[in-house]
Structure formats: structure tokens, C-alpha cells
């Protein structure tokens, strides 16, 4: 396995950055005329947290625990729970639970997601030295 280059873990705290910052762009396109349920300070620890999966696959990534490929396949997995999750929670139609936790469990399932993708690609390179 290729060790990661600075401009590769770079790479993926700039996507994860841009994840977490997009509310702030596509807030007003998604729900024209509705104001931001979350205050400014509020939006900023959304960013935050969504930055914590993208900063977790960074440090799995230097630590060789996956592989080029793996690495974008949890960058999409990560992404995509992250944007779920920001939608769910910024839906000022839904007044459900998901708005008072959501901030909370981003960064929890989006780890879990980059885990998931890390422990696959431990297995299928275990397979593939395995019947070498």
C-alpha cells in the first residue's frame, strides 16, 4: 500500500471542510423564503462536526489503514452521510428528533461509515494475501 502524500490528507480535509460548509450555500436554494433555524453559531458547529469524519478518515488513511481507492470510496460514504444528515436536520418542515440530534450523530455515523469502508478493505486484503 502507497503511503498517503501531505497533498492527498490535504485533499481530504478540503472536501470535508467544503461538506460541511455547503448549508451555508445550498440553505436558501433548498428552502427559499424560510429562515435558517439555526443561528450563526449553531451552523458553525455543524460545520464542525461534519468536518470530524473527513478528519478521522484523514488519520486512517496516514496510518495506512486504507488504501488509495478504499480512501475515496469512504470519502463518498462519509460525504453522503454527512449531506443526509445536515438535510434532516436543517428541514424546517420536520420537527422531529432528528433536528435536536442530528448535529450530534454526524460526525458519530459518519465515522462509522469510514470504519465500515476500513474494516472491508482489512478484509479483502486479508483475502487477497490469503489465496496468493
Sequence with gaps: MAPPSRTELVAILVIGGAVG???????SHVW???T???SGSGM???AFFAVVPFVGLSIARRAKLLG???EGVAVV?????VVLLQVAT?????QSSTQAIGIVLMPIYGLIAVAIVAALDGISRAAARRFR
Excluded at 460548509?21 to 440553505?27: E, G
Design 21 to 27: 460548509l455547503a448549508p451555508y450555500v445550498w440553505y
Design 32 to 34: 427559499p423564503g424560510q
Design 36 to 38: 435558517n433555524l439555526l
Design 44 to 46: 458553525a458547529w455543524m
Design 68 to 70: 488509495r481507492t478504499s
Design 77 to 81: 460514504a462519509a460525504g453522503t452521510v
Design 90 to 94: 436543517l428541514d424546517p418542515n420536520d
